[in-house]
Every structure is written in C-alpha cells, then in structure tokens.
C-alpha cells in the first residue's frame, strides 16, 4: 500500500522534532510523500500554532526540505487553517502570500453565531471541563445549538474559505464518549452532520479519516466515526488517511488500519491534492 501522511505538527507548532526529523522518518517508512501542515499563526496568544516571527523560518524550512530530498520523496508545503469567523484571516492570503501547495481546513475554536466577542469563542480541543464550561458560559447549557454552531461553522468554511482537505470533522465529539454529553444518534444531529456533508460533496473537499484520537487513547473511533464515513460514500465524497502526527515516530500510526476501515466499508480508492491510491 502507497503511503503518505499530509496532516504533520512539529516544533514550529504543538508538535515536536524538527520538520527535517518528520521528512527523514517518512523516508524511513517508505512514505511516496509527506505535507508539512503547522497550524497558522493567529492573531492573538495561543499555545498550539506556529508564532508569527517564526512564520518565515518555517516556508523557509520547508521550501528547502523540498528540494533538498526532492529524489527521495514528494513534499508539500502546506498548514492547517483554522477558521474563525471575524478573527482568522482568509485562507486565501496564506495560500496566495506563502504559495502553499495545500491546505487543511479545520474548527477548532467556535464563535456563536451573530458574535464578534471573543469571549464567546468555545474551545472545543481543550480539556472537558473547558469543553463543558464553554457550553454553558457561551450557550446558556444548550448543547444542541453549541453543536450545531460547530458544524455550521465548518460548512461555512468549506464554502467560502474552499480548504483542500477538512480536518477531524467531528471532533466536536472528542470528550462525548458513550454520549454523555449530547446524543450524537438524535435526528438534530444527524441533520447538522448531513448539511455539512451536503457541502463538502458540493465543492470537492476531501474528508480526512483522522487516526490520532484512537492511537493516543483519548477516543474509542476514528474521526470522523464510522456512521459519517458511511454518509461520505453514499455521497461519492473523496477521503483519505492521515494520523494528524506530532512525533515523527507516529506518522503511520494506525494508517493500515484506517485503509483497512475504509476498504471494508466500500471504498475504491483514496484520494490525496495530488494523487490517488486505489484500495
């Protein structure tokens, strides 16, 4: 099986190891290619992406990583994107000012609807109780419209901000196991799961099966789980594996078993920005 990993965090953001670290282990295993993905910088003080005065090292690095082992692998320079509505800024001026060759798009910050507070931003990657105090500081203890505002963001992104790759779709499940906090099998949540996917088969974007959650232990499926991936193949949308890497030591954990998923569940082939793998 062709393997590639284009979701990589390394010391340039909340991951580790040098950029060249990831390149070389990615050699080591054999990898057709690697994309270098840091989270954007933004504009105000986080622990997670990459600072705005290392921004240049950073296209720097990568730019010369890419031609310097361009006979060994295919590298791509690229971030994954946040988007929040009235504080990231468009996807277009990193794509067109760092010529990246890709980009993923993802939510990990979400801004009620109709706000331009940023204490009405609900973090939904952080800690439970983080997690739960935003719903109730921010939501009013209404976790369907927190929910709901979740996906609505992201398919606001997949429309306006076109990334080629949405990231961990539906992450907003990470601390609902067994579903204590919300019924992720309610009829509301499966309408705002297929407005989003309804997108996303619209303009092309391809879904991501990201495998960090399961091999860290911090969640018990892939994401996007199992019923969601069902819904991508009845609606023809493309996929791909990625396991969302911070070590170079985990750039192909659980890659098999996620072609393996995907190969039982129907699918034909993966598909990457770049080129696709016939399962």
């Avoid at 690697?34 to 990459?50: A, E, M, R």
């Avoid at 983080?130 to 500081?137: H, K, L, S």
């Amino acid at each position: 099986m062709m393997k590639y990993n284009f979701h990589t965090h390394s010391k340039y953001d909340d991951g580790s190891e040098t950029l060249e670290d990831y390149v070389v282990a990615a050699i080591d295993k054999g990898f057709k290619a690697i994309g270098l993905s840091g989270h954007q910088p933004l504009p105000f003080d986080n622990q997670w992406s990459i600072r705005k005065q290392d921004y240049p090292d950073y296209l720097a690095e990568a730019r010369r990583l890419r031609e310097q082992y361009k006979d060994q692998i295919d590298i791509y320079l690229g971030l994954e994107l946040d988007y929040i509505p009235g504080f990231s800024d468009d996807f277009r001026a990193f794509r067109d000012g760092a010529g990246l060759d890709y980009c993923i798009g993802s939510v990990h910050l979400v801004m009620k609807p109709g706000s331009d507070n940023p204490d009405n931003i609900w973090f939904v990657d952080g800690s439970l109780d983080g997690y739960v105090q935003g719903i109730q500081a921010i939501y009013g203890g209404d976790v369907q419209a927190a929910v709901e505002s979740y996906y609505d963001q992201q398919r606001e992104m997949v429309a306006t901000q076109r990334p080629d790759i949405i990231g961990h779709l539906d992450k907003v499940n990470m601390h609902n196991k067994g579903n204590k906090i919300f019924d992720a099998s309610a009829e509301w949540y499966g309408k705002a799961v297929d407005r989003l996917l309804d997108a996303i088969a619209e303009y092309g974007t391809i879904v991501e099966l990201n495998t960090r959650g399961v091999y860290t232990g911090k969640t018990e499926s892939y994401f996007p789980n199992g019923d969601i991936m069902k819904k991508c193949l009845d609606r023809d949308i493309r996929v791909m594996v990625n396991t969302d890497a911070h070590h170079p030591s985990q750039l192909d954990r659980h890659f098999d078993a996620g072609v393996a998923l995907l190969k039982k569940m129907g699918f034909r082939k993966m598909h990457t920005p770049f080129f696709e793998v016939g399962l």
